[in-house]
């Protein structure tokens, strides 16, 4: 390996270990914080560590920096028509459709409006 590689390579392995050491508590506070987050949107937790090696020629040095951050994330999703899917008639006042359940057995159980509906499959859908 070229020399200014292998000093590099050297000191920034010793930088990595002495920025998480004196990291660590804060470290550690973000990540129960991105854990405590995951669990309350029933979400996977996930952490990263950034470690970046700069290098400056003009001044002829390096540095060496450790970061880490609590993504948050919000977000929403919409439904793209399929031109060619016919549309569903759909019963109700006009202002919000319903959807007609019959059970398996054939049974009629009723109405439920659309936004209950997309309630519990959204719900079912994250299990």
Same mark, same amino acid.
């Given at each position: 390996?070229?020399?200014?590689?292998?000093?590099?390579?050297?000191?920034?392995?010793?930088?990595?270990?002495?920025?998480?050491?004196?990291?660590?508590?804060?470290?550690?506070?973000?990540?129960?914080?991105?854990?405590?987050?995951?669990?309350?949107?029933?979400?996977?937790?996930?952490?990263?560590?950034?470690?970046?090696?700069?290098?400056?020629?003009?001044?002829?040095?390096?540095?060496?920096?450790?970061?880490?951050?609590?993504?948050?994330?919000? *977000? $929403?999703?919409?439904?793209?028509?399929?031109?060619?899917?016919? /549309?569903?008639? +759909?019963?109700?006042?006009? %202002?919000?459709?319903?959807?007609?359940?019959?059970?398996?057995? *054939? $049974?009629?159980?009723?109405?439920?409006?659309?936004?209950?509906? /997309?309630?519990? +499959?959204?719900?079912?859908? %994250?299990?």
């Amino acid at each position: 390996m070229n020399q200014l590689l292998r000093t590099i390579a050297d000191n920034a392995s010793e930088d990595l270990r002495k920025l998480i050491e004196e990291g660590a508590e804060d470290i550690l506070k973000a990540i129960h914080k991105t854990e405590e987050e995951a669990q309350a949107n029933d979400a996977k937790p996930k952490f990263a560590l950034g470690f970046k090696i700069t290098v400056d020629f003009d001044a002829a040095s390096y540095a060496c920096d450790l970061s880490w951050s609590l993504k948050q994330t919000l *977000g $929403t999703t919409h439904s793209i028509d399929d031109p060619n899917q016919p /549309k569903l008639p +759909l019963e109700g006042d006009g %202002k919000e459709g319903t959807i007609r359940i019959v059970s398996p057995n *054939g $049974t009629d159980t009723g109405e439920v409006p659309m936004s209950v509906m /997309k309630a519990a +499959l959204k719900k079912i859908s %994250k299990k």
